[in-house]
């Protein structure tokens, strides 16, 4: 450790300067093929965090070989080698079934995994020998617990809070999925973001000076490894008045989405490698099928990945691999007509998301002022080609989107977490998979009637909270919530949703709520139930509860009755469920009158308002001339308050279970054992390293003059020994030791050289150390100087200091320039390699002592005021005429400075006066 840097942390403790503790937070960007990290801690723009091979993007890839658990370009190549103990393109294996389509897709596209159902949850598993299993959730979590440590590494310290992005087209099972596998890897992911949204907001970001009230529609087309979306986002600057006066802010809106799950560049990949497989079979080297060979297979899907992204450049290219099966070499020119012979069927596809981008957003191709491509996939040239006819006009290609999805993502974890302040930017996102609510009601007939209400509808934007109000139960009763309308996706498109039945709510504790509520004054509202899409587009029944209405007569009301609603409500709201989000506000009888009175609809479509946007006209009956003016269909009607009794529901889930808690801690524990074996081989992996480049570290070191110096014959030779023994061990028995081995020689060789070590740097510290010493030395007998001046007997006026704290400082200044003299003295009479007699800990301890006086009298003199405040400022101003007039200003400042008279020396003028600042000494001491 250097001296200057010593001397700093020691006047930094004495000073307690806080230490930087903003939390950084991060970001994952998880494709199917790629994942990129992006991290934003205190001080640092945000960037994206690399991995271990310093690159900005990882492969998606995770294996086990031999109990050890590789990730990124390593497992990738154990994958080749490997295939079954290699896993990818798992994300879109989360929150499905065994027959699931896009289940048997995978299987069918790789056919050499052993995936078995999960019974217990109706999922699937990964079987990777007999013992052991994986889900993809535990699969994904494990490579964002890679993605937490590449960004920790960044960030140089833990990170916890994270955004993930999650393909816009994940319905509820998969989202809640991918949650969890934050979970598992120890994330608290404070939002799910869909990827396209992070591309709008992350593009917005840099052009939001350019953005006014009339919209600006720019469409988005991704297409990926696994899949193709494409998205229009309206651009606007809006006016808000969220905090009580206007602002603008910058908007993007998702105004279209249409997608393609199976459209992307490794279906061209896995094109190319059966076509590869199909021609190596023609050429009869060998009898094996090479497609029965999972090797010979991961191999050519390996080399078709490089082929297809030659031809994305060049006309044709030569595929080759070498001992591809059985030792034979396969080799075959490929021509880019050949690869979009392939796949015909594909580049006809590419058009569709637009085509429905633009159908849900009820929008045509001409208002959209740019289409910017993102996504490897559109680096084919025929895809572009093809959606250039499409959309007749040009595609902005140039702009780097690689990572426009992981920056969008962190930007929105800095706007989430406490510790970072960010310019606010809306995005408002869409349902694209509407949900309607159906239940049974028996009819005036007695038959039973099935009803249907849309919840969400088509691009309804989110976050946002709707109501169902339930008119004709008098007892319990249950619906059904569903996905609905979804006529305008692709027939395929529907399959992949899996369950389009999502859960059955059962209401219990109706008829007791109604009893309770009963009375000649009070009138039953219906039984609401408050549905919730939150800002990672999961879907949530927030509460139920009853409304009734009371009629309060004029002379309750003179007692109070907004307290008394207030106190009865509390009541009612201290049952078993808990608090909903809303604030518990009577509910205004103006809210819907036209509807209450009509008796055609039973069941009310669910309301489009916003319960904050409710909460808000729910207070206005407190204002009796407002709610007198809007009221106009009740005015004859005595006032009424409204009280809500919460009501009791149970949801069933009719899709795949998320898991359960005790199937998260068996997935933690199978994770946090994994992780534990992965670190255990990392710490022998280093402290083999350590040992190895101490040893190295010592015999240079031995040759160098200093330390020959600084020990004597024998104690050198010693080390010398020692060191030889440690580095012949570590290439023959010490090769497989284990960790505490290596530490436990470490610990030696340090003990053994500590000595010499710390000889050799104290000779070289100590002359830096003196010149602080005397640095400080001069500092304080400046500081004496003035001092002096400040007592009772030189400045009545401004007697600061006694005689004894003059006296004591002077003492100190003396004994410690006589001792410094003799100390130095006396060490530099000895030889190099004597015990050390002055040592820089010593000279430090001397330097702490004065600092501590002067210090001691600095903060005095802060606290120090006269004890007549009779216009101190003329005075200081004629007293000190010759030392100019940059005091004089300073002292008309503020009352509480006080300046020293230092004899018109602009140099100690500053000093002095720096003194007088909040960290004193500090700064003074900062440039020793
Ligand atoms: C908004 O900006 C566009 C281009 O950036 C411009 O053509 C248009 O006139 C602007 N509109 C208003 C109302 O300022
Ligand atoms: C899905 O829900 C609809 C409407 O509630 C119902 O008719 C249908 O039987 C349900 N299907 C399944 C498989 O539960
Ligand atoms: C959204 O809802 C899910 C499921 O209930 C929940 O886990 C999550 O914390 C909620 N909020 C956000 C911001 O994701
Ligand atoms: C009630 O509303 C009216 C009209 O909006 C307003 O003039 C009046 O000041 C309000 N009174 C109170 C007590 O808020
Ligand atoms: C409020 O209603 C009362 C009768 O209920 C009426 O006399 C009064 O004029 C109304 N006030 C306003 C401001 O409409
Ligand atoms: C002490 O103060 C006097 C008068 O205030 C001044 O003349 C003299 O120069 C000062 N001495 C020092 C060392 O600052």
């Given at each position: ?466 109501i169902i109000t339930f008119n004709k139960y ?49 009138e039953t509202k219906g039984i609401k139930a ?15 509860e009853l409304i009734v ?46 509807e209450d ?5 039973q069941e009310q ?324």
């Open positions: 450790m250097k001296l200057t840097v010593l001397a700093v942390l020691t006047i930094l403790c004495y000073f307690g300067v806080p230490q930087i503790s903003a939390i950084a937070v991060m970001s994952v960007d998880l494709g199917s093929e790629w994942m990129k990290v992006g991290i934003v801690s205190p001080g640092v723009p945000m960037e994206i965090a690399l991995n271990v091979e310093s690159k900005r993007k990882s492969p998606a890839v995770i294996s086990f070989r031999d109990n050890i658990r590789l990730f990124g370009e390593d497992a990738a190549a154990i994958g080749v080698k490997y295939p079954q103990k290699s896993f990818s393109y798992l994300l879109d294996l989360l929150g499905k079934s065994i027959d699931h389509p896009l289940v048997k897709l995978y299987q069918k596209r790789f056919p050499y995994y052993n995936i078995v159902p999960d019974t217990e949850r109706g999922t699937i598993r990964f079987k990777l020998d007999e013992e052991t299993y994986f889900s993809p959730e535990e699969l994904v979590a494990q490579i964002l617990v890679k993605a937490k440590e590449f960004a920790e590494h960044g960030a140089q310290q833990p990170i916890k809070e994270c955004v993930l992005t999650v393909p816009g087209y994940f319905n509820q099972v998969e989202r809640k999925a991918l949650l969890q596998a934050g979970e598992l890897a120890g994330l608290k992911v404070l939002q799910l973001i869909n990827d396209y949204t992070a591309v709008s907001l992350n593009y917005g970001i840099f052009r939001s000076k350019t953005f006014n009230e009339t919209t600006q529609y720019v469409m988005f087309y991704d297409m990926g490894a696994y899949s193709t979306s494409a998205v229009l986002i309206g651009y606007q600057s809006i006016k808000t008045k969220e905090r009580g006066y206007p602002e603008t802010h910058p908007q993007a809106t998702v105004l279209g989405v249409g997608f393609d799950r199976t459209l992307g560049g490794l279906e061209i990949q896995l094109r190319l490698r059966d076509y590869l497989g199909k021609k190596f079979n023609e050429m009869k080297k060998t009898k094996t099928d090479v497609f029965t060979n999972p090797r010979a297979m991961a191999k050519l899907f390996k080399e078709a990945g490089r082929v297809k992204n030659v031809l994305s450049a060049n006309a044709e290219h030569i595929a080759q691999v070498e001992g591809l099966l059985d030792d034979k070499d396969f080799k075959l020119v490929v021509k880019r007509e050949e690869m979009e012979d392939l796949c015909k069927d594909l580049f006809e596809r590419v058009k569709g998301p637009v085509e429905i981008a633009l159908k849900t957003a009820h929008l045509t191709m001409d208002v959209v002022s740019q289409v910017v491509l993102v996504g490897a996939g559109t680096r084919v040239p025929k895809v572009q080609e093809v959606l250039q006819k499409y959309v007749k006009q040009d595609l902005a290609k140039n702009l780097n989107t690689d990572e426009a999805a992981t920056m969008g993502a962190v930007y929105r974890a800095a706007e989430l977490s406490t510790g970072f302040k960010v310019a606010k930017f809306i995005t408002k996102d869409a349902v694209i998979y509407p949900v309607q609510v159906t239940f049974e009601r028996p009819t005036e007939e007695g038959s039973i009637k099935q009803v249907k209400r849309t919840l969400f509808s088509l691009m309804n934007p989110y976050p946002s909270k709707k008098t007892s319990d009763f249950s619906f059904n919530v569903n996905y609905a309308e979804l006529d305008y996706l692709r027939p395929e498109e529907i399959r992949y949703l899996g369950s389009t039945n999502l859960s059955e709510f059962q209401l219990t504790g109706v008829s007791e709520a109604l009893n309770k509520n009963s009375g000649k004054n009070v408050h549905f919730q899409m939150n800002e990672s587009g999961l879907l949530n029944l927030l509460n139920v209405e009371k009629t309060i007569l004029p002379e309750d009301e003179e007692e109070g009755t907004l307290s008394k609603i207030g106190s009865t409500f509390s009541k009612l709201f201290g049952g078993e469920e808990k608090p909903a989000e809303e604030k518990p506000t009577p509910e205004t009888p103006a809210e819907k009158p036209a009175k009509e008796d055609k609809p479509p669910a309301e489009e308002k916003e319960p904050v946007k409710q909460d808000k006209e729910d207070a206005k009956p407190k204002n009796e001339t407002q709610k007198n003016e809007t009221d106009t269909v009740k005015d004859s009607k005595p006032k009424v308050g409204t009280f809500k009794e919460p009501i009791k529901s149970t949801e069933h889930v009719l899709t795949i279970h998320p898991l359960d808690k005790k199937q998260l801690a068996e997935s933690a524990e199978k994770i946090r054992k994994l992780n534990k074996l992965e670190a255990d081989i990392r710490r022998r992996e280093t402290s083999m390293n350590n040992l190895e480049s101490f040893v190295i570290d010592i015999q240079t070191k031995l040759d160098e003059e200093d330390y020959k110096a600084a020990g004597k014959a024998e104690e050198v030779a010693k080390i010398r020994q020692a060191c030889d023994e440690v580095s012949n061990w570590l290439y023959e028995d010490g090769v497989d030791a284990d960790t505490e081995t290596y530490e436990k020689k470490l610990d030696e060789l340090h003990s053994l050289t500590k000595e010499l070590f710390s000889k050799v740097w104290e000779h070289r510290e100590r002359p830096e150390a003196i010149k602080a010493l005397d640095t400080m030395l001069n500092y304080s007998s400046n500081f004496l100087d003035n001092a002096k001046n400040l007592t009772k007997k030189a400045n009545p006026q401004k007697d600061v200091y006694t005689d004894i704290e003059i006296e004591t400082l002077h003492k100190l200044i003396v004994d410690t320039k006589q001792w410094k003299e003799k100390s130095v003295k006396e060490q530099d009479k000895l030889e190099k390699s004597d015990p050390i007699k002055l040592t820089v800990k010593m000279l430090m301890d001397k330097m702490a002592a004065l600092d501590r006086e002067v210090k001691y009298l600095v903060s005095k003199l802060k606290m120090w005021k006269p004890k007549k405040v009779e216009k101190p400022v003329t005075e200081k101003a004629d007293n000190s005429s010759d030392s100019g007039k940059k005091e004089e200003s300073r002292t008309t400042d503020t009352k509480d400075d006080v300046v020293i008279d230092v004899g018109g020396e602009e140099q100690e003028a500053e000093v002095t006066d720096g003194a007088t600042d909040a960290k004193p000494v500090e700064d003074e001491h900062l440039e020793l």
